[in-house]
Every structure is written in structure tokens, then in C-alpha cells.
């Protein structure tokens, strides 16, 4: 199996000038750096807000890193302490050495991530690709969470043409001039592409072969292995899933996850609706 790398040292340097230069413009505030040691390669952490305390621990989406909760940082870390991850095997600072095959490998990674920073009680936020590694590790290593939050996660469907045409429209609508994106956003039902600095980004993760595996269909046996509290938020318009038939299937499954469908919210529910996720963030951990 292969690793998540970038093509050649010219991609490595554009992505790696790009990521630095976004970094430096939205990132709200102080911040440390943490390069961590795993089975599957160095990680890049970022710490801010209290210095004690249940830490929030963000996960990224698919070809996303840290910087995706850039807008979320500041009104988070006035709360608790906040650790945002540059998921291994994803664009972005970390390092990925030895291939993720499949859930277990990712939730391994992520506890070692976790015991490396000595968190015993984090509270996960994971966003798409995010949310299914966070479950995983809940399933495989249900010591280290005290709750998840789970931002329409991946996992609750196969990925079909309906999924696979919002994330080509999207694509295509980041190149159009930037006056008529609002417009395309819209249409295409996808309100990252309004986010310049990191569509900047994206471009340039372009050089970077991921290689991390598909999210399967997550079983019920697994569902049922749930056992901290968790919240779903789900896209009523999300071109993942089915919300509705997810927040039933969950409803007879795991009885510790509570449910939310956003209504004007697709798959983009970060930006769709920041306000509204760092508002229910911040309420679950306090639960």
C-alpha cells in the first residue's frame, strides 16, 4: 500500500509556501507547534487557549489539514484548550511514513497522537473524513474521548455520483473569477469555495497523492459500540448521506448520540453554518 506524499519536491515547496502564508494570515492568536512521533509518521499539532483543562481536538476533512477550523479558533480557545491536527496521510505539515489501511489503523494513529500529548478526556470534533476516524477511535479505543462531535461525518454511505459530482462542481467553481463565486456557491451548494485563502491552499495540495483509504459503511455492530456522548450534525442538504436516514439508524443504535439536522446546510456544514456548529460544539463538551 502506498503512503500520502507529494510528487515531487517542487509540489512539496509551492504546498509547503502556501501553507505558511495561510497559516500566518488566519490562524486568530498565539499558537505552539508540536511535530509528534507515530507508527505512521510525524504528526503537526497546534495548542492554543487555556493552558489546563479537557482539550477540544479538531479533525480535518479529506484533503484538508488544521487550518479548515481557522474561523473556530479563536471563539473556542476562549473556552478550553484547543489541539488542532494536521491528519496524517492529508496535505498539510505532518509526515505519513507508513500506510493507514483501513479504520483501525486510523484510530490507532490517532491514539498515540493523543497519548504522545498525554489527553486522557479529549473531546473530538471531527469534521467529514474527521468524524469517521473519530468514531473508529471511539469504537477501537474508547479510553481517550469524553465526547465527540461529529460534523456531518463520513461513514453512513457509500460514495456515489451524487457525492462525486458536488465535490467536481465544487472544484470547478474555485477557478471561476472570484466576483462570481458567491453565485456558484450557491448553485453548487458548497460554501467552502467562498474561502479564498484556503481554496488558495487547496490548489496546491494538488501536487499531493493522498492515499488513505475510503471510508466503508460503518456496521451496526460498530454504531452500537458507542458509548460517550455524541452529537451529530447533519447537513439537511448533505451530498454524503441521507441525514434523515442516518439520524434514524443512529436513533436505534446508539443510544448516547443526540442528532441535529440543519436545515439550509449541505456538506460544507463548517462554513455553511459557523456560528451554529461552534455554538453546538461548545454546548456539548459542557454536557
Not at 15 to 20: L, M, T, V
Not at 47 to 63: D, F, K, N
Not at 90 to 111: F, H, K
Request: proline content about 8%; charged content about 20%.
Amino acid at each position: 500500500m502506498r503512503i500520502g506524499e507529494f510528487k515531487n519536491d517542487q509540489a512539496r515547496e509551492r504546498f509547503r509556501a502556501a501553507y505558511e502564508q495561510t497559516l500566518a494570515e488566519l490562524w486568530p492568536g498565539p499558537r505552539t507547534a508540536l511535530d509528534l512521533p507515530t507508527t505512521f509518521g510525524t504528526t503537526r499539532v497546534y495548542r492554543t487557549g487555556p493552558p489546563s483543562g479537557e482539550p477540544i481536538v479538531l479533525l480535518p476533512g479529506s484533503g484538508g489539514n488544521a487550518l479548515m477550523w481557522h474561523r473556530y479558533i479563536d471563539t473556542l480557545a476562549r473556552h478550553r484548550p484547543v489541539i488542532a491536527v494536521d491528519t496524517v496521510g492529508e496535505p498539510g505539515a505532518s509526515v505519513q511514513t507508513t500506510p493507514i489501511r483501513d479504520g483501525q489503523d486510523g484510530a490507532a494513529w490517532l491514539d498515540e497522537v493523543l497519548a504522545v500529548l498525554e489527553v486522557t478526556d479529549a473531546q473530538l470534533v471531527g469534521c467529514s473524513y474527521g468524524g469517521w476516524l473519530a468514531i473508529n477511535h471511539q469504537i477501537h479505543h474508547p479510553r481517550r474521548a469524553a465526547s465527540l462531535t461529529l460534523v456531518d461525518p463520513a461513514g453512513f454511505a457509500d460514495f456515489g455520483p451524487r457525492f462525486y459530482a458536488w465535490l467536481i462542481a465544487g472544484g470547478l467553481a474555485t477557478a471561476a473569477p472570484r466576483p462570481l463565486r458567491p453565485r456558484l456557491a450557491r448553485l453548487v451548494g458548497n460554501s467552502a469555495i467562498l474561502e479564498s485563502e484556503l481554496m488558495g491552499l487547496m490548489r496546491a495540495s494538488m501536487g499531493f497523492r493522498r492515499a488513505l483509504p475510503i471510508p466503508p459503511v460503518l456496521s451496526d455492530e460498530e454504531l452500537r459500540r458507542l458509548r460517550v456522548p455524541s452529537l451529530f450534525l447533519l447537513g439537511a442538504r448533505s451530498a454524503m448521506h441521507d441525514s434523515r436516514k442516518v439520524a434514524e439508524r443512529l436513533g436505534r443504535l446508539a443510544p448516547s448520540a443526540s442528532v441535529e439536522i440543519v436545515p439550509d446546510a449541505g456538506h460544507a456544514l463548517p462554513t455553511d453554518k459557523p456560528e451554529l456548529v461552534a455554538e453546538r460544539i461548545l454546548h456539548a463538551i459542557e454536557q
